[in-house]
């Protein structure tokens, strides 16, 4: 069975958007961060840059100490931060969750000549350095080379949700079904853990789908219908969820169930010209020709004319209207 969308490559156009900072809204709130900064001799530090970078945003805070060593930042939001404080070749280094509503505890950094830096893998600049490289093997169809970019990245990082859903994806890529559906199931089940407040409801429909995906390469319909029906009970606006369900619902012989789902697809992406040929063969499939043709009509309209769907379209409709 053809399907005209990839759900893998929807994640993947994600998790790049992740990279080039698609939440750069995210971690402002109400919170409150503060400290004090001293040397190794335990006297204060005037005057050292602390920086907050958060681990998954692209939001970052920047202050100096005063002469007590002291530091606060307002406005951060609920997630996990790196703390970064420099001063004439002496830093330190620390990376703490904060919350997002209340005042957290007092930190104390204690900088060291050389201090105490993340390592590559473990840094803002090398987590998107990592991200940008698994992304380019993966859209080079490199899927092996890309897995073992995005294991190593959520062996440390097991927080980046996105990188985890594409490790599934490159199994799914490689045709390794069942490692791809294991991934994934392991995906919920951390997600189902989130507080209710933060669950990225969207990326969970998104995961449902991926399995259904998996199964409906397989050819297993009733399982794959299971997990779409999942998705699209949770987030209907992927349209490549609902068109699934149609295909297997004229696949298995239930035609007004698939009619109701490619008109749901339709729904979400109106301009799209496949899900109306298709609803123009369920329709035929029911033997009203006259809506069948009007379907047939909607897909000329919509795709280019050279489109092998336009040309199929006028073609049906051309032998439809000689039967009337």
Known sequence: MKRIFLLSYLSLSIIFLFVLELYSQEGRGQGRLSGFIVDEAGNPVEGAKVTVQYINYSYRLETTTNKKGQWALFGLGKGEVD???????????????VSGVSKNPAIKIVLK????????????????????QGNELFEQ?????????????????????????NVGNCYMELQEYDKAISEYLKLLDDLSLQDQEKKDNKLIAQVYAAIGDAYLRQDKFEEAQDYFLKSINIDQSDPAIPFNIAEIMMNVGKTDEAIKYYEISIKVAPDRAKPYLKLGYAW???????????YFKKVVELAAPDDPDSVLAKELIKNLSEIK
């Open 83 to 97: 703390i970064t404080v420099e001063k004439e070749g002496i830093s330190g280094h620390l990376r703490i969750p």
């Open 113 to 132: 000549k050389g201090g105490t830096e993340p390592s590559p893998g473990e840094s803002t600049e090398g987590l998107r350095n990592a991200l940008v």
């Open 141 to 165: 169809k490199k899927y092996a080379e890309a897995l073992v970019i995005y294991q190593e990245l959520v062996k440390n990082n097991p927080r980046l949700y996105l990188v985890r859903l």
């Open 284 to 294: 035929l499939n029911k033997g009203d020709i006259k809506k069948a043709v009007d």
